[in-house]
């Protein structure tokens, strides 16, 4: 695959790492979840056949991390964005 | 006689370069131009190998990458198994026999190089025939960077079999115009010898060029056999041209049946004779022409059966001047011969019966089932087939990624069709990378209808015995396997593939693959379009591994990381050991030691005297920002932010999970800046963790990470001594315990260099961490070395640092811990703050399982027999007798050493509920036996830690 | 082992050495520039001040470094040179022996608002020479080494072989690159380059 | 094993394989998923629990997701006590396979090497094979000569990147013929009375009041009391049709093929730490696995730099392989939990049963999970090998974490 850094430009797939869904937030308060759902945090994450928002980082550069919607069925990036903001496709 | 079947002036092999080559132990005589094929073709060898369990005769069917039979085993200059004397040329010094299906390794080692080349291309045209040398033409005019990739030896492709003249010249002077103009174009390259093998995402395109195998004994030591072009394009052109297949017809696997446009390709580029008396069977226009030619050069062509009912009027005329008597509604039903064909069958195939046999001597069939189009790299990109049954074939429908197809490779039949596709989608695929472009003119050629072909895949048998109607000449495969298959009710190609092998041979079913398809719904009595094809997979073609590998191999199989002081261990003897991609000296025998006693004598020396290590390794990352502190205090389970500047922390850090990640330790250097050490292995994995959370969880925070591992070198200064040593070169450095003491750290100037000193101690003694730059280290490694030397101070390597570590119970993350042991299980609450609110991991530790007083614990071991060293690894078990398996285990050892302070040997090990166990005797299993061990805390030297606060 | 023993550098008394992490290949790289009649020319530089830069990008800086922060995969000035490594992050370069004060001038501006850290250890600088040195290069690396599209002032980190590096186009020789390995790479890339530049010589 | 083992002498398939049967409107149990695991569930439920009011359903054909694209390994030498339990259970299973399923399944116990390139991979190594033979299972440490004696090709040079240092060694382990694997189920289960329905894609899962009654299918909805998901790397896909959510993530784990060649290669070799997997099979062909694309996909496709990386990998262990030639590459899909063991057991909806999880060992636990699958469904409770793999261990912490105990960082 050829990614879209944010801030390098295209590269190539061998220079980043995966860090799968995106968008999954820290909870404000691990001590008040049941051990039921910290585990739901810890180790639950979509796994659609489709389009997918995941996280990279271009270790192998500019070390940023950044999201992607990606379909899992071509491998094709529809878009690549920014930590922080909200996909701009779904 | 050699070479008696070679015309005296056709062919565009070198006469001025004969070469002469062994196969099967015989020696004949080649040109430069020839493939092997080509070769023994010209020297009346037809036969040359068997079927691979038939063990029938083979001889060669095709003349490129489709050849399914002719395999041969090369034999020198280097051993190479398994390839298609179709795609060998013929080279000095050339040695080769023929295979029954299976090649051979030998373990002469390689000498050759194999290396890989990125490239980048705005259009990459894959094949050099007429499609392929327009749409690059065109591509190149309109100023794009074009590569052009080619697997044969030169450009042209069928062009270099064809007679008809193009813009009424011989059609390779036209080649030969294209080619000059391609070359003077300062941005395109043009590779022949190179075949494009896979079709991987977003345009990524990789081929196999192969470089000195044409050069036989005369090959360049220093380049590389075959090379791996990796090649981004914007916009690719797919001009693969099609591949010709045969028809299933009763003993059609006997050498002397020859594909149509094979011949043609032997009598025009290699001016070789594929027989003598020739019978053609054809479901197409295709072969028309090489029936036409091969009378031409003299070869009388007995019959030219053609399975359509009506046959095209010109070209029956252009027979019957050439003296071919053409049989409309005929097909070949048989062949008959041993090691070469003597003769075949003609019958009329009327409403699927066959009528009319008759008997015709020949040494040839040529035969055509029709083309099907290349489209192997078109179908690796994601695009999708549709059947097209005007052609009989599957042609590419609709595309994935940017990729334009043409030529024979879409279905293309005719010449001028080709060279049309070829300027259209050359200038298609220029305007998609945003260049004007205008398609080449288009040369001047002959124009034709095509009449359509129709769709025969198998020729019935009267008797019903398919047994020698071969599908797949490569695997062996028949009509009859496939019905076997289809009556054993499968319905799938996918299952007759396996069922039968189809297709799974080493041309990976170019010949079989669709033949196969259409006997199968010839079976069962439906369309071939509802059963589609098997997928097409990367390579195209056979690669090498060695292709594949490249340069990583060897030393450069993967970086050897050392350090600043590397060359001063190799040159004190060093053994070294890797830990991960870094060379750590292990230890430093001394003549006539062995590990046991260097390690021994290093022990001592630290413990008595005074010891040197580098620490070089340890991975070091400066943090800074005002939220440095309250970043710290997230990251790692101990409370980070009431360090006061000027002094040091040890560390650990968990994953969200609990379990132990990383440990280390923390220096304050100012109120918001921080210089966190790692574990050797660890020290990417704990940059990129922490990036993660910064930059993903909490970028709010200000704080700023920067890897300087390499940046400073350090050499731990370890032993009772260390301070006297240390003092000679730190000038007015107070190193006294009040002004200088443990778990503190102070700018000094070392010798003149500027340098950090920690006072830490991994070993229990009492010990300084010196850092200084990379360029420095040497020197104070030196000095150091100088001003020790009265006090016999020793360079010591990691199995020295992990006996002294262990005396002391400290743990090292990956050998004492796996990746589910938490904190408590190793005794390290006391570094899990109680006070923050949370921290990475923190949440997991109450977890009904995470929560168990009886989880393993590390604790210390000690053998009832102090001079048995327990193997690291070995399994715990409570009592002394073994039960029947499966046998209870209570944890197993993860460090053991004999101790020089202890005078006996010790372990630390895993143990369930291990705290609570600590003095009771539990066994070891050791070569399947229990020996008893007493279970102790971990802490085996100087609890008190008297001595490291010296 | 073996292997070690090979590779190790001629080796000089300590007060000859550098300390500069591909001092043993001298004679290495000189008999490769020779050999490739300069086809190739690969070259250890004397040592820099080595300054990481994190800031925001519209720190003024203007006066020290000689120009705006560079947006990433550009690069400003000549002494010192700036490099644009990500969207708070440079890289400066500047004479050997000016770490101290060019931190302070920079932390002057920067304040708590970013960082400053010397890392003159962590890498080296190799100049890569003459016309087959982005070939030899393309044989590791899959960016785009055209000089169309990697030419002067610009400057990427990406991958060579199996070690990251900073690469950067100079201005001078269109040809010519710097590449920046991490010192502990730094024989690894030399060792990866002498083979890659084998075959051009002659 | 002797040259003759490894000829090409494959023994002739059974004449009839299975029906073709048009599905029933209802069953007591259907099974989605027409791989091996799903076949070999339905086998058992058929003969162990006298179940055969049975369809398995499969999108496509019988067997043709990763049954149809693994490596064929067969070992159970894992170092917990849990995965260990199920997958030695497997192999006993394994090693009367071919007569229980009266079809020649090719299993060869030629035994696997799995390599040892740092001291801390001999620590794990020496670990493993000690808790192997004291959980009964079969498995010695070899020093790297002896390593030699059983696989003569390996490269033992010391003077190599990351030299070979030992070798854990199962001699019952081996492998077999995939395809036959996955056909001797069918026609077994086909033969007991069970329905094999190709080209009937799931598209729904029917769930009334917390209780499952059937799945709909792209060849009309079939009623069921009991419905068993077996899909590996579609499971996610399947689950949320029924509104679970899975701790699983799909990845492409590719693979590869040379052409045929004479026997040079007698056992099989793994390596984790440089991931090498290499078998050369009855025909002749090496057999090699990749390691697992970083990313989530469901392409049955990866990238190329991870075949490359495996066979420079695979070179400096056998260098002989130098000019053999990789014929074909394909990609599975691999559903892999967080802490690489399956999971298998029940659901919180009533009746829909689940097995997934397997990542790469999904062949060689074929027969076992089968087992321990049909026993579950027909019982209603997790078979005790499966009880550590069910879905609580999550939220327990109770992890049968492979992973985390083979390989971290040091």
């Given amino acids: 695959m050829l990614i879209e850094c944010p801030w390098c430009g295209p590269r190539d797939e061998t220079e980043f790492h995966y860090g799968g869904q995106a968008h999954v937030s820290y909870p404000d308060d691990p001590s008040v979840l049941t051990d039921e759902q910290w585990a739901r945090y810890l180790f639950y994450r979509d796994n659609p056949q489709g389009r997918f928002a995941e996280r990279w980082c271009h270790g192998s550069a500019c ?3 950044f999201n992607a919607v990606r379909d899992t069925r071509t491998h094709q990036i529809v878009a690549t964005y920014r930590t922080g903001e909200s996909a701009p496709v779904t | 006689m ?48 068997r079927g691979v369990h038939s063990c029938r005769p083979r001889g060669i069917l095709a003349s490129g990458v489709t050849e399914p039979c002719a395999l041969v085993q090369v034999e020198e200059p280097f051993d190479e198994p398994t390839l298609a004397a179709t795609t060998v040329e013929v080279c000095a010094g050339l040695r080769a026999r023929g295979l029954s299906g299976k090649g051979a390794l030998t373990s002469r080692p390689d000498p050759a190089r194999y290396d890989t080349m990125y490239a980048h291309a705005d259009v990459l045209v894959v094949g050099g025939g007429p499609t392929g040398l327009l749409a690059a033409l065109t591509a190149a005019r309109a100023g794009a960077r074009v590569m052009l990739l080619d697997d044969q030896s030169e450009l042209g492709g069928d062009l270099l079999a064809e007679t008809a003249p193009l813009e009424g010249r011989p059609p390779i002077a036209w080649v030969s115009g294209v080619c000059a103009e391609l070359a003077g174009c300062q941005d395109v390259t043009v590779l022949p010898r190179t075949t494009a093998f896979g079709y991987y995402d977003d345009n990524y395109v990789v081929a196999c060029e192969r470089r000195t195998d044409h050069l036989g004994t005369a090959a360049p030591e220093r380049t590389s056999r075959q090379r791996m072009w990796c090649i981004r394009a914007r916009a690719v052109v797919l001009a693969t041209g099609a591949h010709e297949r045969s028809v299933a017809f009763s003993d059609n696997d006997r050498p002397g049946v020859m594909l149509a446009a094979a011949a043609r390709t032997y009598l025009h580029r290699y001016g070789v004779l594929p027989g003598r008396r020739v019978v053609v069977f054809t479901t197409n226009d295709g072969a028309y022409q090489a029936a036409i030619d091969l009378a031409g050069a003299g070869v009388p062509v007995t019959a030219l059966a053609d399975a359509r009912p009506e046959v095209p009027d010109d070209l029956a005329k252009a027979c019957a001047a050439a003296d071919i008597e053409v049989l409309a509604g005929h097909v070949v039903a048989g062949t008959r011969g041993d090691a070469r064909i003597s003769g075949a069958c003609l019958a009329e195939l009327r409403d699927g019966r066959l009528q009319g046999h008759r008997e015709v001597d020949c040494d040839t069939v040529l035969v055509s089932g029709g083309w099907n189009p290349a489209v192997h790299l078109f179908s690796q990109a994601g695009g999708g087939l549709r059947y097209d049954s005007q052609l009989a074939a599957f042609v590419p429908a609709r595309a994935r990624q940017r990729v334009f197809v043409g030529g024979a490779a879409r279905g293309a039949v005719t010449l001028a069709d080709c060279l049309a596709d070829g300027a259209r989608i050359g200038a298609q695929a220029s305007r998609t990378v945003g260049l004007s472009a205008d398609a080449a003119p288009m040369p001047a050629v002959l124009q034709r209808t095509p009449t359509p072909s129709t769709a025969l895949w198998l020729v019935p048998d009267p008797s019903g015995d398919y047994r020698r109607h071969y599908v797949d000449l490569a695997r062996d495969a028949t009509v009859a396997d496939i019905v076997r298959a289809t009556d054993a009710g499968l319905r799938s190609v996918e299952h007759v593939k396996r069922y039968t092998t189809v297709g799974t041979g080493h041309e990976q079913g170019k010949t079989s693959g669709v033949l196969a398809t259409g006997v199968v719904a010839t079976i069962l009595g439906v369309d071939p379009a509802e059963l589609g094809t098997t997928t097409f997979r990367p390579p195209y073609t056979p690669v090498t591994f060695a292709a594949l590998a490249g340069t990583d191999r060897g030393a450069l199989h993967d970086p050897v990381r050392v350090t600043a002081l590397h060359d001063w261990h190799v040159a004190a003897g060093a053994m070294f050991e890797n830990v991960g991609q870094w060379k750590r000296p292990w230890y430093y025998p001394r003549p006539g030691e062995d590990m046991a006693a260097a390690v021994w004598r290093e022990c001592v020396a630290a413990r008595r005297s005074v010891a040197m290590m580098d620490a070089s390794t340890l991975g070091k990352i400066d943090v800074q920002g005002r939220d440095a502190a309250e970043f710290l205090d997230r990251v790692y389970t101990t409370m980070m932010s009431t360090l006061r500047v000027g002094r040091i922390r040890y560390g650990l850090m968990c994953r969200a999970d609990g379990m132990v990640f990383d440990d280390g330790t923390v220096i304050r250097l100012a109120d918001n800046h921080f210089l966190l050490t790692t574990t050797t292995g660890n020290a990417a994995a704990v940059l990129d963790w922490l990036e993660e959370w910064l930059q993903t969880e909490w970028p709010h925070l200000r704080v700023y990470l920067t890897s300087v591992t390499e940046h400073w070198s350090t050499v731990a200064l370890v032993g009772p001594r260390s301070r006297t040593v240390l003092r000679r070169l730190a000038g007015d450095l107070a190193l006294d315990n009040a002004s200088f003491p443990f778990m503190a750290w102070r700018d000094a100037t070392l010798a003149g260099t500027t340098a950090r000193v920690c006072r830490i101690s991994f070993s229990g003694e009492l010990a300084f961490e010196i850092n200084v730059p990379w360029r420095h280290a040497q020197r104070i490694w030196t000095e150091l070395c100088d001003a020790g030397a009265d006090l016999g101070i020793t360079p010591y390597g990691t199995e020295t640092m992990h006996v002294l570590r262990a005396e002391k119970g400290y743990p090292i993350i990956g050998q004492d811990t796996d990746g589910t042991v938490t904190p408590q299980d190793l005794g390290l609450d006391w570094a899990v703050s109680k006070k923050k609110r949370d921290f990475i991991g923190k949440r997991s530790f109450s977890r009904p399982d995470t929560a168990r007083g009886d989880r393993k614990h590390l604790v210390g071991l000690l053998p009832v027999d102090p001079d048995l060293l327990l193997p690291e690894g070995c399994q715990l078990v409570a009592d002394a007798e073994l039960p029947a398996p499966p ?49 102790t805390d971990p802490v085996f030297y100087d609890k008190e830690g008297a001595r490291r606060d010296g | 082992m073996t292997a070690e023993a090979a590779s190790t550098p001629v080796r000089r008394r300590p007060a000859d050495r550098t300390g500069s992490p591909l001092e043993g290949y001298v004679d290495r790289f000189a008999a490769l520039a020779a050999a490739t009649r300069g086809a190739v020319g690969v070259t250890e530089l004397p040592a820099f001040a080595h300054l990481a830069l994190r800031a925001d990008p519209q720190a003024d800086v203007g006066d020290i470094l000689g120009g705006p922060l560079p947006p990433p995969g550009h690069v400003i000035g000549e002494s010192p040179l700036t490099l644009g490594l990500g969207p708070d992050e440079w890289l400066v370069l500047a004479p050997d022996g000016t770490q101290t004060p060019l931190t302070r001038a920079l932390h002057r501006v920067i304040g708590a608002n970013g960082a400053v850290v010397d890392v003159s250890g962590q890498r080296t600088v190799v100049e890569l020479s003459g016309p087959w040195c982005r070939t030899v290069l393309a044989k590791g690396c899959a960016i785009d080494l055209h000089p169309r599209s990697f030419t002067t002032d610009q400057c990427a980190q990406t991958l060579i072989a199996r070690a990251q590096v900073i690469l950067l186009a100079r201005s001078g020789d269109p040809s010519a690159l710097w590449l920046l390995p991490r010192a502990s790479f730094a024989r690894y890339v030399a060792d990866w380059l002498l083979d890659a530049a084998l075959e051009y010589q002659t | 094993m002797t040259a003759q083992d490894t000829a090409d002498a494959v023994p002739e398939l059974p004449a009839t394989l299975w029906r073709d049967p048009e599905p029933k409107r209802g069953y007591d149990v259907v099974i989605v998923g027409g791989g091996g695991h799903g076949l070999a569930t339905a086998y058992y439920l058929a003969r162990n629990h ?7 359903v499969d999108k496509g054909w019988l067997a043709g997701g990763n049954m149809a694209r693994n490596t064929t390994i067969i070992r159970s030498n894992y170092l917990l006590d849990a995965s260990a339990g199920i997958y030695e259970h497997a192999m006993k299973l394994w090693e009367g396979l071919a007569d229980d399923l009266d079809c020649p399944i090719l299993f060869s116990q030629r035994g696997v090497l799995n390599l040892a390139h740092s001291p801390q991979d001999v620590r794990e190594g020496v670990r493993r094979v000690n808790a192997n033979r004291l959980n009964g299972i079969d498995a010695e440490w070899l020093d790297p000569r002896q390593a030699l004696e059983i696989c003569p090709i390996l490269n033992i040079s010391p003077d190599v990147r990351y030299p070979v240092l030992g070798a854990t060694y199962q001699p019952r382990a081996g492998i077999a013929r995939h395809d036959y694997v996955a056909w001797g ?22 769930v009334d009041s917390g209780r499952v009654t059937g799945v709909s299918t792209t060849r009309g909805l079939l009623t069921a009391r009991k419905v068993a998901l077996c899909a590996a790397g579609h499971s996610s896909v399947l689950a949320e049709m029924a509104g679970l959510r899975l701790p699983v993530q799909s990845h492409p784990l590719q693979a590869l093929v040379s052409e045929l060649l004479e026997p040079v290669h007698p056992t099989v070799v793994m390596s984790n730490a440089v991931h090498v997997y ?14 697992i694309d970083q990313y989530n996909s469901y392409a049955q496709r990866g990238g190329l730099h991870v075949i490359q990386r495996q066979l420079a990998a695979a070179l400096e262990l ?75 261990r999550f939220a327990t912490g109770a992890l049968v974490d492979e992973h985390g105990a083979a390989a971290v960082a040091h």
């Fill in chain 1, 63 to 65: 070390r940023r991390w």
């Fill in chain 2, 2 to 49: 050699d070479n008696e079947f070679r015309l005296a002036n056709a062919g565009r092999i070198d006469r001025d370069r004969p070469i002469p080559f062994v196969f099967d132990g015989t020696e004949y005589l080649g040109y430069a131009g020839d493939t092997l094929a080509s070769a023994l073709l010209a020297n009346g060898v037809h036969q040359v190998s």
């Fill in chain 2, 887 to 935: 046998v209870p285990m209570l944890g197993h050892v993860t460090s053991s050493y004999r101790s020089p302070a202890l005078g006996r040997t010790f372990a630390l090990a895993l143990v369930e509920a291990g705290r609570h166990r600590v003095g009771r005797r539990i066994h070891a299993v050791v070569d399947d036996r229990p020996v008893p061990v007493i279970v």
């Fill in chain 4, 50 to 56: 006298g179940i055969t009011d049975v369809a398995v």
């Fill in chain 4, 185 to 206: 189920f069918a026609r077994a289960a086909d033969r007991l009375g069970v329905d094999l329905i190709q080209d009937c894609e799931v598209t729904g899962i029917e």
């Fill in chain 4, 278 to 291: 290499v078998s050369q099979a009855h025909k002749g062909e090496l057999v090699m696995g990749a390691g």
């Fill in chain 4, 318 to 392: 056998f260098p002989i392989f130098a000019r053999a030639h990789v014929l074909r590459t394909w990609g599975g899909i691999v559903d892999v939990t967080p802490d690489a063991s399956a999971i298998l057991g029940l659901t919180p909806i009533d009746g829909l049963y689940l097995n997934c999880g397997w990542g790469t060992g999904g062949f060689k636990a074929t027969p076992g999970a089968g087992w321990c699958y049909a026993d579950t469904i027909a019982n209603g409770v997790p078979h005790p090998l499966a009880a550590p793999l069910t879905l609580e």
